[in-house]
């Protein structure tokens, strides 16, 4: 049996051996029971209504998190009980934040920083995969240079005292504000942009439902002009060195309220930066992942990258600013160790991958030669692929290794601002919540696209994410 290789023709230029498309996704087994690549092309009445419910309660959730965290002391459980006491409306109008012009210069500055950075640092050319409707784009690999150059930036800014990266955690809720406006503006332009003047037309999807096309997006690769596109731009730039800039920030609020940093803050900053390093280092990879092969740039896309990033997922840096935690050295060693841990789970198991797709299986696992599945798969256009379903090394004990690792570099974060109160632990909750159900969307997918060969690969792994459990 064999191993499990997705081939794909995103690949950087330079390292490409041989170019395959995931057009294959779009199967012919079952293609009107799912759509494999890019989102449905149409929704039911409920669903438009669903997608107007999240694009409500989604900006609220960033604002009860702050609100509880800065109110609260950071218990979810007495902010929710003021809530239900005051009313849910009332609640909200007291305590929504408003945005200033300083606020408001300085984003503006960070944005248009990365414009600069984006457009003239060099990079590598990478293709994407294939979109739907056959438009193979090209993009420049340029973010580990602008991440680097930003916290380089960033830190002699501050160290030198041209701007105090304190502000930023000091001014937190008019920051968070700001994040939904933008992120609902720029979901508006580009859905005007969709229906006036669209990159692709042929990749657009429309639903009927006004609500459902929003929130989804319409456009799959909105671009301006031929080279500036903006799913790969706001996910890496705004979002994820945003990331690392806003534990910067709360870092340095830290050591202004106590005069020193503690060992939690450098445990989880330390973890969030090799999360997103790894990203950069691997940004010719992400061109072929769910984010830019599936999802369209609407509301969920371009608000998840502009508010619910920087608001939910430096959640632990943002509560030990405020409620510091020393940990033991001990302790201190075992979650730094355990985080490490699932980082090079999460690498080795993406590692194996890679080998064995370019190697066609010619490759030693483990110091084995590995055990795979040839799957056959047929495109949209009638040529048949095969692609290799891997079942040795992590593979073998799990049907998405790179999952587990990811979970468990995910709990570690958290782990270092102990047990007192649920709040930062949300970013672990959810990223479970939306492992589990990527598993499940990934696995539907699979099957649609490989049929017999793919449940053969889960007969031979049963599990998916944790041996032996799930």
Same mark, same amino acid.
């Not at 973010?143 to 916290?151: K, T």
């Not at 974060?413 to 909750?429: D, E, H, Q, R, V």
């Not at 990934?442 to 459990?469: F, H, L, M, Q, S």
């Given at each position: 049996m064999s191993d499990i290789t997705i081939t794909n023709s995103n690949v950087c230029a330079s390292a490409r051996k041989r170019p395959f498309t995931i057009q294959g996704a779009l199967d012919e087994r079952s293609p009107d029971k799912i759509t494999v690549w890019g989102r449905k092309g149409t929704t039911?009445?409920?669903? *438009?209504?669903?997608?107007?419910?999240?694009? @409500?309660?989604?900006?609220?959730?960033?604002?009860?998190?702050?609100?509880?965290?800065? =109110?609260?002391? *950071?218990?979810? +459980?007495?902010?929710? @009980?003021?809530?239900?006491?005051?009313?849910?409306?009332? $609640? $909200?109008?007291?305590?929504?934040? *408003?945005? &200033?012009?300083? /606020?408001?210069t300085v984003y503006a500055c960070w944005t248009l920083s990365h414009v600069i950075l984006y457009s003239f640092l060099p990079g590598t050319r990478c293709k994407g995969q294939l979109t739907p409707a056959g438009n193979l784009l090209e993009y420049k690999? %340029? *973010?580990?240079?602008?991440?680097?150059? #930003?916290?380089?930036?960033?830190?002699?800014? =501050?160290?030198?005292?041209?701007f105090d990266l304190a502000f930023v955690a000091q001014n937190w809720g008019s920051f968070v504000c700001l994040f939904n406006i933008y992120g609902l503006l720029l979901a508006l332009v580009f859905y005007i942009k969709a229906h006036v003047s669209p990159t692709h037309p042929e990749d657009r999807k429309f639903s009927g439902s006004i609500f459902y096309d929003f929130y989804m997006g319409i456009e799959f690769n909105p671009r301006l002009g031929s080279d500036w596109d903006?799913?790969?731009?706001? %996910?890496?730039?705004?979002?994820?060195?945003?990331?690392?800039?806003?534990?910067?920030?709360?870092?340095?609020?830290? +050591?202004?309220?106590?005069?020193?940093?503690? %060992?939690?803050?450098?445990?989880?900053?330390?973890?969030?930066?090799?999360? /997103?390093?790894?990203?950069?280092?691997?940004?010719?990879?992400?061109?072929?992942?769910?984010?830019?092969?599936?999802?369209?740039?609407?509301?969920? $896309?371009?608000?998840?990258?502009?508010?619910?990033?920087?608001?939910?997922?430096?959640?632990?840096?943002?509560?030990?600013? #405020?409620?510091? /935690?020393?940990?033991?050295?001990?302790?201190?060693?075992?979650?730094?160790?355990?985080?490490?841990?699932?980082?090079?789970? $999460?690498?080795?198991?993406?590692?194996?991958k890679y080998i064995s797709r370019a190697t066609n299986g010619n490759c030693k696992i483990w110091g084995k030669p590995p055990q795979f599945i040839r799957a056959k798969y047929k495109t949209a256009e009638g040529s048949m692929h095969e692609s290799l379903l891997l079942c040795s090394g992590w593979w073998g004990l799990v049907r998405h290794a790179n999952y587990l690792g990811d979970l468990i570099l995910s709990y570690s974060?958290?782990?270092?601002?102990?047990?007192?109160?649920?709040?930062?632990? &949300?970013?672990?909750?959810y990223m479970t919540i939306l492992l589990v159900h990527r598993c499940y969307r990934?696995?539907?997918?699979?099957?649609?696209? +490989?049929?017999?060969?793919?449940?053969? +690969?889960?007969?031979? /792994?049963?599990?998916?994410?944790?041996?032996?459990?799930?």
């Open positions: 039911s009445a409920l669903g *438009g209504i669903a997608c107007l419910a999240m694009m @409500v309660v989604c900006p609220m959730i960033t604002i009860f998190w702050w609100t509880s965290l800065s =109110h609260y002391d *950071g218990s979810l +459980y007495r902010a929710g @009980v003021s809530m239900v006491n005051t009313g849910l409306i009332p $609640f $909200f109008i007291q305590n929504t934040p *408003g945005t &200033t012009l300083p /606020v408001v690999i %340029n *973010g580990f240079l602008a991440c680097i150059m #930003s916290l380089i930036l960033a830190g002699g800014l =501050h160290i030198y005292g041209l903006m799913k790969l731009f706001h %996910n890496g730039r705004p979002g994820m060195i945003g990331w690392l800039i806003v534990d910067m920030c709360f870092a340095a609020w830290q +050591y202004k309220q106590y005069g020193y940093i503690t %060992n939690s803050m450098i445990i989880t900053s330390f973890l969030h930066a090799v999360y /997103v390093i790894d990203f950069f280092c691997n940004e010719g990879w992400y061109l072929k992942t769910l984010d830019m092969c599936h999802d369209h740039f609407g509301f969920y $896309f371009s608000w998840g990258i502009a508010a619910w990033l920087p608001v939910m997922y430096t959640l632990q840096t943002q509560y030990l600013a #405020s409620h510091p /935690v020393d940990l033991s050295n001990w302790t201190a060693a075992l979650i730094l160790t355990t985080g490490v841990s699932g980082y090079v789970l $999460f690498r080795a198991a993406n590692h194996q974060m958290c782990a270092s601002c102990g047990f007192t109160n649920l709040l930062p632990w &949300t970013y672990a909750i990934d696995e539907v997918r699979c099957y649609n696209k +490989y049929g017999k060969a793919w449940k053969e +690969y889960c007969a031979k /792994v049963p599990y998916r994410i944790v041996p032996g459990i799930f």
